[in-house]
């Protein structure tokens, strides 16, 4: 009895681990927020959420204020269900970090891809 209660337990234990370390997330592909190198902290960006088709991933569109070729585009390394939705504006602060392969599909010249871990985001209208 006291075997099969072990048994149980630890198969528990081994779907509890699995749940935990298998969380989607968005951007593997181009992003891993924990291994690359982080660059800096933003806080409080205002951009626009679109689905980039050339990579198949959810970015949110930065342009650098009181420029006309300077921007970002940030691949979030994990992005709500509640924020894919493509032409939203929103407010955004995280941790940014360089993209762990070189993404090359061509950007506007003065535009960078980088990823983000969100410490918060929130819709403007």
Request: charged share 25%; net charge positive; with cysteine.
């Amino acid at each position: 009895m006291k075997l099969k209660v072990l048994i149980i337990s630890l198969l528990t234990l081994l779907f509890i681990s699995l749940g935990i370390f298998s969380c989607e997330d968005d951007s593997s592909t181009y992003c891993n927020c924990r291994k690359n190198e982080y660059l800096r902290d933003v806080e409080n960006l205002k951009g626009r959420i679109y689905y980039n088709n050339n990579i198949q991933k959810w970015i949110i569109d930065y342009a650098e204020p009181g420029t006309f070729d300077s921007g970002i585009v940030f691949i979030p390394c994990h992005l709500s269900k509640d924020y894919r939705k493509s032409e939203i504006g929103v407010v955004f602060s995280g941790k940014v970090f360089l993209p762990s392969v070189e993404i090359k599909y061509a950007l506007p010249v003065g535009t960078e891809y980088r990823c983000i871990a969100l410490s918060s985001i929130k819709i403007i209208k």
